[in-house]
């Protein structure tokens, strides 16, 4: 199985993909598609684009997302939200099903503690997945949602079966 995960921003969206046989995974690409500062409609744009290309080339089976952390500032709040939108919209016009889950349970899965911070994760991700160096805090968040998302659907897989 194929899994895209996605950490959405409205300046830089990161994404991670793996490859998942059995108890093992490997890492196919991962990286940060940098939306930049201009009008934040080219910047939606350059995030839809820039999914739209991923998935096309690496056809993945699967995709995870993080879900909206509303803070102190709903403006953020919102351009956020429009930028897990057009991830989204990328990922499904790739005719790919999307699952969804909070910065919290990602972390929870990963470092299993969910008040976790970015460098714990990145640590975390690099260990679990095998990998030299230590890729950047929006790579490593979505590398994390998408073994977040793997071991969910394990575990469900497994509990279905019982």
Known sequence: MRIIGIDPGSRLTGYGIVDF??????????????????EFAE???IIFN??????????????AIESVFVSHNASSAIKLGQARGAAICAVIAGKITVAEYSPRSVKQAIVGRGAADKSQVQHMVRVLLGLRETPPEDAADALA?????HHTQSTLSRLAGL
């Open 21 to 38: 046989e059995g108890d093992r995974s490997s890492v196919v690409d991962f990286g940060v598609i940098k939306a930049g500062g201009g």
């Open 43 to 45: 910047r939606l744009g």
């Open 50 to 63: 820039g999914l739209r290309e991923l998935v096309e080339s690496h056809q993945p089976d699967a995709a």
């Open 145 to 149: 949602v998408a073994l977040c998302h």
